[in-house]
């Protein structure tokens, strides 16, 4: 299963253990959220397709009115049997009909197009930041927040879906087309409405408007009240939702990833039961979700189906008294459903709204957690050693991330040529330096100061292998068109996987189909191929057998004899192909020359 993120502020709030931020840093981290885009380098682009979008919103509304003239023109038209109308109006009719069409492709076609862009831009600035000073490697490390990846795809896809109810930017759209619309049809209401006379202690207070245009302010006040209240679980389950589905689609993938482990120690039961409980999680939210969706649903079904009577009960007593015709008592029905939308406009972008906020909120989490710089206590200095010295490290105190200290390492310089073995029992803090060394363990005190000439790699136990051909492999971090494939061929014989020379082009998992020990003699190969001046091991050789362990090393001296080299090995064989012993114990260091092998 995935291990459960920190115990840290953001992680707590997102489970709901720890009271939200001020509603205004909120509002404020919305208000940056959405408008960043429309200041980047693509703001042309974003101004003209936000205006175009706009423009066509409003255009609906038009539309809708004239749908609606037409309807009143219709009906009177029936009524008073006037046969003459009726093909110009069925005309009319179709060039409506032609116009909402063209309205609702244009809509389609320019929310999509922003919605695209939008997302592209936001994505490529979140990755930026994501892999700036590491922060990918430092948000897992120390498990600040749960799934950034589940971040950067969904809750972004998501927050940069403009249509309307969907995104921020839809919904202020929305918004001030609602306006628009609530002063068009509230005109159209004023020709059937008649005054509001309110007796109050004997007196008639005749209200300005007509009932019909306060009945339906009346009517959205208390539906939205009735909403809002309904619906205030809804937010805090969608979020809930996200974090549980995405914690399931990790542990899936982590299935995946280890299935051979998994198959060989045969534990499919206990990884199953893992699946099962991560899934509950899943399956307890949705249940409290339902009912949650059930009554904002079941009141915004009720409070729809009621405006659409309403204007029947205060209209069709007019029309028997033959003071309005039958094309008004519908054109006022419609007009009082339009306006009576238009002011609970909240009421309908409510649901949507609320997933907004928790895509905002996971995404306020995914920026604190970027921003949040921890203070670091080794201080790096890369390129800074002295004349010939390739790693100088002075007064070092490594911790783990809860403040427990791992080592102490008083002074320690590699100087250019001489080749280092760490040893130590397990937990001593070897790869813990390694990562001190290499910039990557700001937890502690002292300095770390690295060689500026030169090439140096980092080679880690279990390789990383890209995702293409074994070429791609052999030659990252190069591009595989940089080196030719006789190249190529010839580091793989010498590396012992003549096996697969014939196989470089193909395009497989390589990171699943290779052993780790081939996966091992694929970073020998790598460094032949990249020769670096200092060179990184940590435990490197693990998975090989001793004659192929000795033959890394022997082919990496034969090839490289001036290179600096720095290895964590727990075999002693190949400590003798070193010059120098740094041994860890009861968190200490201590130092010592070693006899070559010949």
Request: hydrophobic share 45%.
């Amino acid at each position: 299963m995935m291990p459960s993120p920190a115990n840290v502020e953001e992680t707590r709030r997102e489970a709901g253990l720890q009271p939200t931020q001020p509603a205004r840093e909120r509002i404020a981290h919305a208000w940056r959220l959405s408008t960043r885009y429309f200041v980047s380098e693509d703001w042309k682009w974003a101004w003209f397709l936000l205006t175009l979008y706009a423009a066509i919103s409003f255009g609906a509304i038009y539309t809708f009115i004239l749908s609606n003239r037409w309807q009143r023109e219709f009906f009177d038209s029936i009524e008073q049997r006037q046969s003459s109308l009726f093909v110009t109006l069925i005309f009319s009719f179709l060039m409506i009909a032609a116009l909402q069409v063209a309205v609702m492709i244009a809509n389609n076609l320019v929310s999509w197009t922003l919605s695209i862009r939008w997302r592209n831009w936001l994505t490529n600035w979140y990755m930026d930041r994501w892999f700036a000073r590491d922060r990918f490697y430092e948000i897992e490390r120390l498990r600040m927040i749960d799934n950034p990846d589940q971040r950067i795809a969904e809750d972004i896809k998501a927050f940069t879906l403009v249509t309307q109810g969907n995104s921020l930017v839809g919904i202020a759209i929305g918004l001030i087309g609602s306006l628009v619309s609530a002063v068009s049809f509230g005109y159209i209401l004023l020709q059937t409405s008649g005054p509001l006379v309110i007796p109050i202690a004997g007196y008639q207070i005749s209200l300005p408007g007509g009932d019909l245009i306060w009945f339906s302010i009346l009517y959205v006040l208390l539906g939205s009240v009735l909403i809002t209240w309904i619906g205030k679980p809804y937010i805090r389950r969608r979020m809930r939702e996200q974090h549980y589905e995405a914690d399931f689609r990790s542990n899936l993938i982590h299935v995946r990833r280890n299935g051979e482990q998994i198959a060989f120690s045969r534990t499919q039961e206990m990884e199953r039961d893992g699946l099962k409980v991560s899934f509950a999680s899943i399956r307890q939210n949705w249940y409290r979700l339902m009912w949650a969706n059930i009554g904002l649903s079941a009141g915004s079904s009720v409070y729809d189906r009621v405006m659409t009577v309403i204007p029947l009960f205060l209209t069709v007593p007019k029309f028997f008294a033959g003071q309005i015709s039958f094309g008004q008592v519908l054109a006022s029905r419609d007009a009082f459903t339009q306006f009576s939308s238009s002011l609970s406009y909240f009421v309908q972008v409510y649901p949507g709204l609320a997933a907004q906020i928790a895509n905002i909120n996971r995404l306020k989490a995914l920026d604190d957690s970027i921003d949040n710089e921890r203070p670091r206590g080794i201080a790096f200095h890369p390129g800074e050693a002295g004349e010939g010295i390739s790693i100088h490290v002075k007064n070092l105190e490594l911790r783990r991330p809860n403040g427990e200290p791992l080592l102490a390492l008083g002074e320690w310089a590699v100087r250019d040529g001489e080749r280092w073995v760490i040893e130590g029992p397990s937990g001593a803090g070897k790869t813990t330096l390694l990562r001190a060394i290499a910039g990557l363990w700001p937890d502690g005190a002292g300095s770390v100061a690295m060689t500026g000439h030169g090439v140096a790699m980092l080679v880690p136990q279990r390789l990383y292998l890209p995702l293409g051909s074994l070429k791609n492999a052999v030659c990252f971090p190069d591009r595989a068109e940089d080196h030719d494939d006789e190249v190529i061929a010839a580091l793989l014989k010498k590396v012992r996987l003549s096996a697969h020379v014939d196989d470089i082009h193909q395009v497989r998992m390589w990171q699943d189909e290779l052993s780790p020990g081939e996966q091992q003699r694929v970073a020998l190969a790598r460094i032949l191929l990249q020769r670096p001046t200092l060179l990184v091991l940590d435990e490197a050789t693990s998975a090989l057998d001793a004659d192929n362990a000795a033959h890394f090393y022997e082919a990496v001296r034969g090839a490289m004899p001036d290179t600096t080299i720095v290895s964590v090995v727990h075999n002693e064989m190949l400590a003798a192909y070193h010059t120098h012993r740094l041994l860890l114990q009861d968190r200490q260091a201590t130092t010592a020359m070693i006899e070559t092998k010949a």
